[in-house]
């Protein structure tokens, strides 16, 4: 992934964040990796549109977590295999087509999460809404949980 840097060189500059603590009491998440793209856009408001890269993605760049992953990702032949391919395009397709009542109710339980949340507190906005998801996660003694 490539971006423009300046965002983080700025003053104030951009940082890496999570929402806010009584936006996640609401049952709500979001990943501070999809935040930071909402951010870069916010700070470009009011800008020349021209000055907005976006963002760039090399899809042949594949890395993993640990060695494993690594060689799965780069192994001969490719990866996804051909038939990973088809399969994966036609899965998302089934997917898509009877999943609508479960995207519908999740953003539904989103939407009405942020508008709460808003009305609480005068001027709150989420700029990175597209982000959030009907999800909470827990820090236990051994990693995270999902709840």
Known sequence: MILDSAPFY??????????EDKLAEKHVEASECCLVHADIKRMARGEDPRKYKGVWINPNVRVGYNELAF??????????????????????????????YWRWRERWAVDGAVRSW???????????????????????????VHI
């Open 71 to 100: 060689r799965e990702v780069n192994r001969e032949g490719g990866w996804p295999t051909k038939y990973g391919k088809v399969d994966g395009v036609w899965a998302n397709r089934w997917h898509w087509a009877t999943g609508w």
């Open 118 to 144: 808003e009305r609480e507190g005068k001027g709150r906005k989420e700029e990175g809404e597209f982000c959030l998801e009907d999800s909470m996660q827990v820090l236990v003694e051994n990693g995270w």
């Open 10 to 19: 700025a003053n104030p500059p951009l940082e890496f964040r999570g929402i």
